[in-house]
C-alpha cells in the first residue's frame, strides 16, 4: 500500500471549515483514499472515501486531486467535537488490513 | 456500519500474566482484525483472524505472545501472554465489510500492565 504524509497538527476555529491535506504521490490505479479519525483513544471511526471523483457525506467532503497525488479532507463547520486525530490511508480493499500513519491532530478552539 | 463490542474495556494486570480480549460483531463478516495501539502512538496491526484457521501475523507479532481464536463470523479473542508493563496498550478489534468496502473499530480495550 502507499504511504501517506499529513502534517502532524492543524488547528482550526469552530464554525469554520476544516482542510486536511494529505499526500499520497505513490498511490497506484487500484487504490483507495480512505478517511478515519480516532478521538480521544476511542475506536477509530470511518469518515469517507474515494478513488477519484471528489466524494462528499453527511461527515465531510473529500477533494482528490486529478494526478491522485494527494487528496484533502473537509469538514465544512468545524465543531469542537470534531478535535480528533485524523488518519489518511491508502488502499486497494478497505475491507482489507489497514496501515496507519501518525495522522494529523486537529484542534478546534471556540 | 457493524456495532462491534469487546469485554474487558479495561483491565489492570500483574506481569507474568495473560489476559484474554473478547470481540463481538452484531453481524458475519469476512475480515477481522486486531491492532495495538500503544500510549500516545498510532495504529499497528497485530495480525488477522481468520475463521477456522490460524491467524496471520504480521512482522514483530508472533503466535506465541498473541493467540488469536476465531471460531465463527462474528467472534473472536486475542491474548496477551506472559504480559510486561509493555504491553501496556489499547487493544483495537475491527472488521471489514466487502459490501461497503469498509473497516469498522471496536471501541478498544485499555490494557495496563503493572
Known amino acids: 500500500d502507499a504511504k501517506t504524509t499529513q502534517p502532524p497538527s492543524m488547528d482550526c476555529a469552530e464554525g469554520r471549515a476544516a482542510n486536511l491535506p494529505c499526500n499520497h504521490s505513490t498511490i497506484s490505479g487500484n487504490e483507495y483514499v480512505y478517511w478515519y479519525r480516532q478521538i480521544h483513544s476511542q475506536g477509530p471511526q470511518y469518515i469517507i472515501h474515494?478513488?477519484?471523483n471528489n466524494e462528499t457525506n453527511e461527515m465531510a467532503s473529500l477533494i482528490i486531486t486529478e494526478d491522485r497525488k494527494s487528496s484533502t479532507l473537509i469538514l465544512p463547520h468545524a465543531t469542537l467535537r470534531d478535535t480528533a486525530v485524523y488518519y489518511c490511508?491508502?488502499?486497494?480493499?478497505?475491507?482489507?488490513?489497514?496501515?496507519f500513519g501518525a495522522g494529523t491532530r486537529l484542534a478546534v478552539h471556540p | 456500519s457493524a456495532v462491534i463490542s469487546q469485554k474487558p474495556s479495561r483491565d489492570i494486570c500483574q506481569r507474568g500474566t495473560s489476559l484474554t480480549i473478547q470481540c463481538q460483531v452484531d453481524s458475519q463478516v469476512t475480515m477481522m482484525f486486531w491492532y495495538r495501539q500503544q500510549p500516545g502512538q498510532s495504529l499497528t496491526l497485530i495480525a488477522t483472524?481468520?475463521?477456522?484457521?490460524?491467524?496471520?501475523?504480521e512482522s514483530g507479532f508472533v503466535i506465541d505472545k498473541f493467540p488469536i481464536s476465531r471460531p465463527n463470523l462474528t467472534f473472536s479473542t486475542l491474548t496477551v501472554s506472559n504480559m510486561s508493563p509493555e504491553d501496556s496498550s489499547i487493544y483495537l478489534c475491527?472488521?471489514?465489510?466487502?459490501?461497503?468496502?469498509?473497516?469498522?473499530f471496536g471501541p478498544g480495550t485499555r490494557l495496563t500492565v503493572l
Open positions: 483472524a481468520n475463521q477456522g484457521s490460524e491467524a496471520t501475523y
Open positions: 474515494g478513488l477519484k
Open positions: 475491527s472488521v471489514g465489510h466487502l459490501s461497503t468496502d469498509t473497516q469498522y
Open positions: 490511508i491508502v488502499t486497494s480493499g478497505g475491507y482489507n488490513k489497514l496501515i
